[in-house]
């Protein structure tokens, strides 16, 4: 903690900080009052030295700075407890309960840059990842406990950013014991989850009120379910009452898990299973002439920085004329990106251009984005990623 030192911003930067945005970039630092370590909490100022925020530093970062706070108060274990407990009230208020699983603290958006926490129940998972957050690991754990009295916390700082910030990835049992996978229940539907195996925190909560949404779009159709993961859109189909289901995903690890999910909901008869990669078997199909009255589409980020923006556009077009190609007439397409550099409006143009190319009109019905115990920082939209869409695929003429 170095709250004495101050570093002086650019003015286009102080500009945008002033407008609620939280990061100060490598190359918007004008000047340094003080020294620091990198993980430290400092203050930032503008040109005229009047004060901004205070944050973590780490120069290692091209997100130089990440800001905490717009006041000048002290950033200590009592700010951080109360930083969690407002996130909690939030969610609480609406409507999710202490036994339910959901995104609890959600980084900058909760702001508490580089900081996940994630409930299942009576069990936490938890990633830091950013170096500020990951040096007050055991406070924030403590506080965890004090507020929550867990069963367990995992942490999953298994995640790729943090190299970004110099960090070592990292995945162990904290706190308490797990054995084997957790099994939950959400919206009546059974879940194995493997919290430790399993990606991001082990299951994409982000995705849960998208996924109650799908009955009126799913229900008597046949469906087919692309980047299943562990199947969760697959089962609200097939509990939304789906005359079938065909659930695609190509990785061995997690394709147990899908089959272990659907064997405990007892959709064995009506959930079917393809480890296959989609663009590839979407194509066979469609020549074979198989067609959906409904199409899921949930792919992975196509796009993890700036640079490959080009390939994912390619990527989400392909897929989504794929999908749209394989609907029967007044089918549903439900289309998803989780993309955070490509925005709701460029994805949106994306799903034009595939309904030009499969020869159709593609009417929106429902524009979404991620569950609510992922909010969205209006001054940041970064902090926007997830953009989930329903069309109607209606025929030209
Ligand atoms: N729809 C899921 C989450 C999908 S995550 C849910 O609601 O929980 C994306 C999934 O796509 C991952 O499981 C990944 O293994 C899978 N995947 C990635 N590339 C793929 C490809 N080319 N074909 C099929 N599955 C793929």
């Known amino acids: ?20 945005h939280l990061w100060v970039f490598d190359n918007e630092i004008k000047g340094i009052e003080g020294s620091y370590e990198n993980g430290d909490i400092i203050c930032v100022i503008d040109g005229k030295g009047r004060f901004i925020g ?9 997100i130089t ?3 905490l706070t717009f006041s000048d108060e002290e950033v200590n274990r009592n700010f951080f407890k109360r930083r969690i407990e407002n996130a909690l009230r939030h969610r609480l208020a609406l409507g999710w309960s202490q036994d339910d699983s959901f995104r609890i603290v959600s980084s900058e958006a909760d702001f508490l840059p580089g900081l996940i926490v994630d409930k299942y129940g009576d069990t936490l998972s938890i990633q830091f990842t950013t170096l500020g957050m990951d040096r007050l690991k055991d406070q924030i754990v403590d506080i965890l406990k004090e507020i929550f009295s867990p069963e367990a916390i995992i942490e999953r700082s298994d995640i790729e950013v943090r190299t970004k910030e110099g960090l070592k990835l990292r995945k162990e049992v904290l706190y308490g014991s797990i054995e084997g996978k957790k099994l939950l229940k959400q919206d009546g539907i059974s879940f194995s989850i493997d919290l430790l195996e399993g990606h991001k925190t082990g299951f994409y909560l982000d995705q849960r009120e998208n996924r109650q949404v799908i009955k009126p779009f799913v229900a008597g159709k046949k469906v087919l379910d692309c980047f ?10 097939a509990y939304y009452g789906a ?5 695609v995903e190509d990785s061995g690890k997690v394709i147990s898990s899908l089959k ?6 007892g959709f064995e008869n009506k959930i079917e299973v393809i480890k296959a990669d989609a663009f590839k078997w979407m194509r066979e199909i469609y020549k074979k002439g198989e067609r959906f009255g409904c199409v899921i589409l949930d792919p ?9 923006r080009d390939g994912a556009q390619r990527g989400y077009k392909d897929i989504n004329l794929l999908g749209l190609k394989l609907l029967e007439e007044g089918g549903y397409l439900i289309t998803s990106s989780c ?8 994805f949106m143009n994306i799903l034009k251009d595939a309904s030009v190319d499969a020869g159709c009109l593609l009417q929106i019905i429902e524009i979404r984005s991620q569950s609510k115990d992922h909010p969205i920082l209006v001054s940041m939209p970064e902090t926007h990623y997830l953009k989930f869409i329903v069309g109607k695929k209606i025929p030209r003429k």
């Not at 299943?228 to 189909?237: D, I, K, P, Q």
């Not at 272990?260 to 909901?265: R, S, V």
């Open 243 to 247: 005359k079938k289901v065909v659930a």
């Open 65 to 67: 700075i990440r800001l």
């Open 260 to 265: 272990e999910n659907i064997e405990l909901n």
């Open 54 to 62: 205070k944050g973590f530093i780490n120069d290692h970062s091209t």
């Open 1 to 20: 903690m170095n709250p004495n030192t101050k570093i002086k911003v650019t003015d286009r930067c102080a500009k945008r900080l002033s407008t609620g």
């Open 228 to 237: 299943s993961y562990t199947g969760a859109f697959a089962l609200y189909a």
């Open 300 to 308: 992975p980020s196509f796009v993890k920085s700036k640079g490959a």
């Open 339 to 346: 993309s955070q550099n490509i925005s709701a409006s460029e």
